[in-house]
């Protein structure tokens, strides 16, 4: 008959009008800002730099002694669009487990022109950069506000575990398993210094740094 | 739409092929160009289009409004760096994208991939045909003029999809995903029961979606006998994907290559007989019912396991000098990557075989002899992305 | 007692206008009476357009699994409000080439003529503005003009395309008058007269509680069918809207406005809309009456107006789902099917008149009717090649 396919679209139309006011699945707006989407674990927007406020070695601003970066320019090569600029400092920190590291001076994340591909967090072998989930970063100042410097990018680690919790706890797991191992390494090179029986080589090395 | 319009007695200096169809009368010819700015868009894309009354004498796409050096950009940065641009390639479909360039990647090292990824490979690639599907047919409908609500419906079953992936990979669109020897991340438990919900739910939009507009009278009266593309002409000028299947060749590399492990999977080709925009997007709509058939069969074997070849440097990787062509069947057509190594870290020439562009070819052809109102709906069944036409 | 409170419900308006006009002196009193009928009509049609402007919009949106505007206003009923503001500040652009009076009379002749054609509608028992005895006939006489208007506003704007959108739609419409007037012709030779009181008058009649609308015979839902059909076209409503397609090449006929012009021909175009369902009321769904004779205590300018919102929820409805015809498709489904259709009702109508009460005449007339419409559409299509079809998988 003609006009039957016509009839079964109108049918189809009227399914969706009517089951709109019924059916939450038939009605898929979500009215933002005041209502918002549960935030999914995985998203990421922009990078940001993880630091630990029980690990500091020296004075300074919590952020800036606690980074957890060592500069060691990774990220920086394998960025694609080349958003990151480092600059390795002078002198050295201890880092969480003991050994001397540098750190950055200078590290700047251009974020309107990077493009969220993570590849920098992939490559970084020290779990000190990873992927924020804050989207709404409108700002008029077109070229400062977005070029985010070493202070706008530092964040405590329990930020990190506010927005990704899984990620943040399997890392932290890592880490502790990581100094356990060198705390371990470090007691029986003592011991085996000790046993050696070397005297004058009072070394004395601390088995983390201090909190 | 530009309504910039010239008469001309004969074709503007460029054009240089003979006339195919001679205009009838001697009336002078119109000419239009309609885009970049096109209501009807699909990306900034031009047509110069002349026409005798409403037929069309010539039409010349005029496309890389869109250009962004992809190409030259690859053979700075190292191959890992590329992947994520392969995302903003077609950028409806970025895993399908990721796919074939990994899969050049390997050919050209030699590395395996383990089954796991395999199986996660096989998912993600239907989930985005199924998304891509249905945004073209959404679309094309758009343009015909039906306000926008089978669009409506397709982007309510694509946002379920993008969840799916935001929840795997981190980001809905730009997912860069794929890694040479595998894939990124690893499906949680909990992911994979979210994707079986999700597939659940999929045969009944199809279903919906099909009786919308199956038999519409007013759709079928528009799209049948319209826009038709041999099967001699597709063969010769190189198409690939839906549309060749439309005009009746029987050609998907999934059959045909049988990359990645697609052999294991049952599920057919549908073949057209007409090659008219009918045809076109009929057939997208019974792939995407092949596609939910793949992903039943997909969730239901995956196997546990690494999904990452373990032997993979993710930094530092240099492959043999030497050259590899790697394809899919992406939702479009055929997606090639060819690549040739010098041994650096960088490849030492990138290629990019767009389907959308090798398929925009024959848009003249299609076009030719039919009536202005329906060059909108031939070009929207082929369903380009600039992004790829361009890259 | 609720008789006599519901028949003075039905008729407070008239009563209403008869107190303010009893104010007056006994010389104003007959142009009174109709000026103020008249400043009724201007007001409330406009407010109603409003008002279906905005579920419209709110319409399609459900219809489209989202909320229409509800930013404005509770629910969005703010939005016309805006909307008229925005279209009245904007500016007005005439193109310098352009035929200045003639691009201005335009709009005007288009609200005007749809205006004109609400003075003949019977709005609810004793509620007509002017009792016409040849109603019908003024109703689509002026109907007609505004065709005029459109081609004034193709022709003024000096513009190829917005010219060329003005002939197709002036084609359009002239098309589908035929079918129009056609299945109207149906009614006025059941009725024998042209009066629309005269013809609501002969639907008032009630049998077993259901009503003697036109509908109900066999040849008034085949003219009603094609009325509404005709209807669609002739307010370029989709899928009827090529003239006003956005993702065609020629931007249609009022390109060149901008502004409060513009939104005057939106209004003229919704008026159209709302007079001719109210004529398609009167003539084929009984106008004022009720339903089912145990509903005839409602006030029947409800149901005048129920029936006219109902006409303006199915032309959103089928916007909502339909996708366009083309120019060429749309008129040989006018001069090829249509009309064909649309004589055959008229014979059918008169051998539903000549044949006497009883059942015989129902199942006559249906058959006719019936039959002819499946084998002109299957014919129609099958010349075509037009036709569903099933596909083949490869081996």
Known sequence: MLGEGILKGLAETAKNFFGSYFFAERLTTVEYPEERIAPIEAARVFPFLVYDVENRDGGGPEWEAGLRCVACQICEKECPPKCIYIEKSKDKKLDY????????????????????????????????????????LSTTDRFGDLLLDREQLAKPNEHYHKIHPTEAAAVDAHRAEEKMKADAKAKSAAEAAAAKGETGKMEVKPAGAGA | MTVAGAVRKQLPVGWNRPVPIEPEGEGELLEVAMGPHHPSTHGVFRMDVALDGERVIRLKPVFGYLHRNHEKIAEGISYLASMPYTDRLDYVCPITNNWAYALAVEKLTGQTVPERAEYLRVILGELTRFQNHASSIGFFIQEMGASGTPLMYAFREREKI??????????????NYMRFGGCRVDATPAWLDHTRKVVAGLSAFVDEFEQLLRTNEILMVRTQG???????????????????????????????????????????????????????????????????????????????????????????????????????????????????????????????????????????????????????????SVDIVLGEVDR | MFENLFDHLDQIFVLLKQVLVGVLPAAWQPVASVVLCVVVIIGLFPALFALAVLLERKGLGRIQNRLGPNRVGPFGILQPIADGVKSLTKEDIVPISADWIVHFLAPVVLVVAVFMGFAVLPMGRNMVLVDMDAGLLFYFAIGASTELAIFMAGWSSRNKYSLLGAMRAVAQMISYEVPLLMSSVTVVMMTGSLSLTKIVAAQNHYTYGLPHWFIFTPWGFAGFFMYAIATTAETNRSPFDLPEGESELVAGYHTEYSGFKFALFFLGEYLAMFSISGMGATLFLGGWTAPLSILTWVPSWIWFFSKLMLSIFVFIWLRGTLPRLRQDQLMNFAWKFILPLCLLNLVVAGIWRFMGDGWLRWVVCSAILILAYLVMGRWGMRRQHIAPRSYRYAE
Do not use: W
Request: negative net charge; charged residues 25%; hydrophobic residues 40%.
């Open chain 2, 162 to 175: 993008l969840d799916l992936f935001e929840e795997l990979t981190g980001a809905r669109m730009m997912v």
């Open chain 2, 226 to 380: 319209v826009g038709i593309l041999t099967a001699e002409l597709a063969v010769n000028a190189g198409i690939t994907g839906p549309m060749l299947r439309a005009s009746g060749v029987n050609y998907d590399i999934r059959k045909v290559d049988k990359y990645g492990i697609y052999d294991r999977f049952d599920f057919r080709v549908p073949l057209g007989d007409h090659g008219d925009i009918y045809d076109r997007f009929m057939i997208r709509l019974l792939e995407m019912r092949e596609s939910i058939k793949i992903l039943e069969q997909a969730l239901k074997d995956i196997p546990g396991g690494p999904v990452m070849d373990p032997k993979a440097k993710i930094r530092g990787f240099r492959p043999k000098p030497g050259e590899a062509y790697g394809r899919i069947e992406a939702p479009k057509g055929e997606l090639g990557f060819y690549l040739i190594s010098d041994g650096g870290p960088n490849p030492y020439r990138y290629r990019v075989r767009p389907p959308s562009l090798v398929n925009l070819t024959v848009l003249e052809d299609m076009c030719l002899g039919h009536g202005i109102a329906d060059v909108v709906l031939i070009f929207g």
């Open chain 1, 97 to 136: 487990l003991g050994k001397a590291q540098y750190y950055p001076a200078k590290f700047d994340i251009d974020i309107s022109v990077c493009m969220s591909c993570q590849i920098c967090v992939e490559v970084c072998p020290f779990e000190a950069i990873k992927m924020d989930t804050a989207f709404e």
